[in-house]
């Protein structure tokens, strides 16, 4: 990340929600840090289901144990009962502890980052300027809802390096070396003998 | 938000159970938003940001202190049954305590975390296994935070425990 990169999240309005009231409002003030001027701190799942069904935001960020409903039955909610555009508002999901049951949820309930603490501002920074730059699909399907979890098949977003040792960015570039014959394709395709 | 392009990219097995998917491209209002020119450096916002986190230290570290002497509480009698609130008061302590750099106060708040997690879905209960946790939470914030090498050893006790527990 380059520090004297700018990021512009003054006209973005975030929502956080965190059944902790102090960590909500040292999530709140890290917020501020990044320049938003219009945040809503919300203390329930339940209560940021009723503000969405009035109005958009363009972040949210949660991190609710509450269980009535949780950060992800609520991004469940979010993602399979509104409709566009709201659906796909990102969600970055923030948790200390997650318990084993909670780690597929966490996969399966359609967020668009889980982030796990310990976190500092540069990290989550990093994720949100991740987001804006995020090019996965959004998809739909019986069983699941959300970003397109096949993050390999996309690489990370421009600009960005990759974590993994294989991470391929998404945009093709120049082809660097020269095209194969088609003699080579064709070996490579060929059913050949294998010595067990 | 743009209004999303849609396309079918399955209508066979290749996503989940054999049925369909839709995908939809989406430019978010956030992309779009932070495209804007304008706003602050990284290194303002990073400086911004821990100046305004670091007003809440002390309230929390006080939290965590409070969370830790309930822990000790409720530890402290036979604890024959297991005690959902031990999960509670333990994962709300590292929901304060992961916003700062606690080192080794957060790695013991979590081994109990993993701990009481690993039991419960295993049906098992120690309240021995409990306890030396909560005791090396106390030792750790006697050390203020800092990791020594009685809070590594310390550590390295904790991991054995939940090994153990695991294997269980």
Known sequence: ?196 | MKAPVKTTISSGTAVGEGEGATAVKVVSSLSKKMAEPGGLTVAAIERRSHERLLSHKHDAMQSVERAVSELEQRTAGALAEPDPELYRITSQMLDLAGFFDTGPLYDAGYSLCDLLDVMQSKGRWSPDAVRVHVRALRMILGDNFQMTPHSTSLLEGLRAVLEHARKA
């Open chain 1, 1 to 196: 990340m380059n520090k004297d990169e700018q990021v512009n999240l003054e006209h973005s309005t975030v929502l956080l929600i965190d059944n902790n009231q102090q960590a909500l409002d040292m999530l709140g003030s890290v917020i501020q840090g990044f320049g938003v001027r219009e945040q809503i701190k919300l203390g329930s799942a339940t209560a940021a289901v009723k503000l969405l069904q009035e109005r958009p935001v363009d972040l949210i960020i949660i991190d609710c144990a509450d269980p009535e409903m949780d950060s992800y039955a609520f991004t469940r909610w979010l993602r399979r009962e509104t409709s566009a555009p709201l659906k796909y508002t990102p969600v970055i999901l923030v948790t200390g502890h997650a318990s084993q049951a909670k780690v597929q949820e966490g996969r399966d309930c359609g967020v668009s980052f889980v982030v796990v603490k310990p976190i500092t501002p540069a990290v989550l920074l990093k994720r949100v300027m991740w987001l804006a730059l995020d090019e996965r699909e959004f998809i739909e399907c019986p069983t699941y809802v959300g970003p397109d979890r096949r993050v390999r098949n996309y690489g990370p977003p421009m600009g960005e390096k990759g974590r993994r040792k294989g991470d391929l960015s998404a945009h093709i570039g120049i082809a660097k070396e020269a095209n194969m014959d088609q003699s080579d394709i064709d070996a490579l395709l060929k059913p050949q003998k294998v010595q067990l």
